[in-house]
């Protein structure tokens, strides 16, 4: 009875660490797609001067991913001289209440981050407590 007990107390201490550190690695997809997505699109204007982007759509296919969805539409100023790529968590995948963003001029922001102190955050954000 003293073991079980012993694993149920380090079973209770270790579960939210590990929970943590799922949820830290399922942001890398965002941040990580995001950067990538955000080169195609600079890659995009130097071909054509422009971003190809409207009020819903950007020039470049928006790819897909298993824990956020992507978006892309005018950024500041509302004209394909500018884009927002955005990254919102999936419920169904335990990521929802995070979401990302990257503008052209690579301004990276936390819109969304459950645990956060304060939002919008100028950066994005890995884990609850962080900063910019």
Not at 29 to 36: F, R
Request: overall charge positive.
């Amino acid at each position: 009875m003293i073991a079980v007990a012993i694993v149920a107390i380090v079973a209770a201490v270790a579960y939210p660490s590990y929970a943590g550190y799922v949820q830290r690695s399922r942001i890398a997809e965002a941040t990580g797609v995001l950067a990538t997505t955000r080169v195609r699109l600079e890659q995009y204007y130097q071909d054509n001067r422009n971003y190809g982007s409207s009020a819903a759509a950007c020039g470049v296919t928006m790819p897909g991913g298993d824990y956020f969805t992507y978006g892309c539409n005018w950024g500041p100023g509302a004209t394909s001289q500018g884009f927002l790529l955005t990254a919102s968590g999936k419920a169904a995948a335990g990521m929802a209440g995070y979401a990302f963003t990257v503008d052209h001029n690579n301004a990276q922001k936390t819109t969304a981050f459950v645990g956060a102190d304060s939002l919008p955050a100028s950066c994005w954000l890995k884990r609850a407590g962080d900063t910019c």
